[in-house]
């Protein structure tokens, strides 16, 4: 699966209650697209003001000047810092700024459409945030009785996941 004719990569939401291990199974997925050889991304959704580029540097200070982008590149790493007045979802995301990639992991996005797979584990004590209606596809848990209807994988099922969402990223 190769992303070079330009498309848009697919998009597949890692949601979850807080502490219910959605980085730590994003990074475990990309970890094992990656051997495979893809090229993964990930869309990170944060609810608190986050500092994107320090103050007083050159690119910060394209910005507070009026650059709608400001791009910082390295020998071997890129940052980019760009306004976003619209288009927030992962989708959109990744059509404007991903092409070239394979598939997109966005982690966060529980209001988002798109197919999502939610983590739901026993000892958070809070239920589901998502139901099929918003686009669930399948649960990562330890309780059989959650969405009985919809796939479930145990966390260490990575493999399983991985396949899963192969299958749909075509």
Do not use: W
């Amino acid at each position: 699966m190769s992303n070079v004719s330009g498309k848009t990569p697919p998009v597949f939401n890692i949601v979850g209650n807080s502490g219910s291990g959605k980085t730590t199974l994003v990074e475990k997925l990309i970890c094992e697209l990656s051997s495979r050889g893809l090229r993964v991304a990930t869309i990170k959704r944060a609810d608190h003001r986050v500092v994107l580029d320090t103050p007083g540097k050159d690119s910060y200070r394209n910005k507070e000047a009026g650059a709608v982008m400001s791009m910082l590149v390295t020998s071997s790493q890129m940052q980019l810092v760009a306004d976003l007045t619209e288009g927030r979802e992962p989708d959109q995301l990744a059509e404007r700024f991903l092409e070239g990639t394979d598939l997109v992991l966005a982690e966060g996005f529980s209001q988002s459409p798109g197919p999502k797979i939610e983590v739901v584990r026993r000892e958070c004590g809070k239920p589901p945030r998502c139901t099929s209606e918003d686009g669930l596809i399948a649960i990562v848990t330890d309780m059989d009785e959650v969405y009985p209807q919809l796939p479930h994988f145990a966390f260490d099922d990575i493999n399983g996941i991985v396949e899963f969402i192969l299958q749909r990223a075509v």
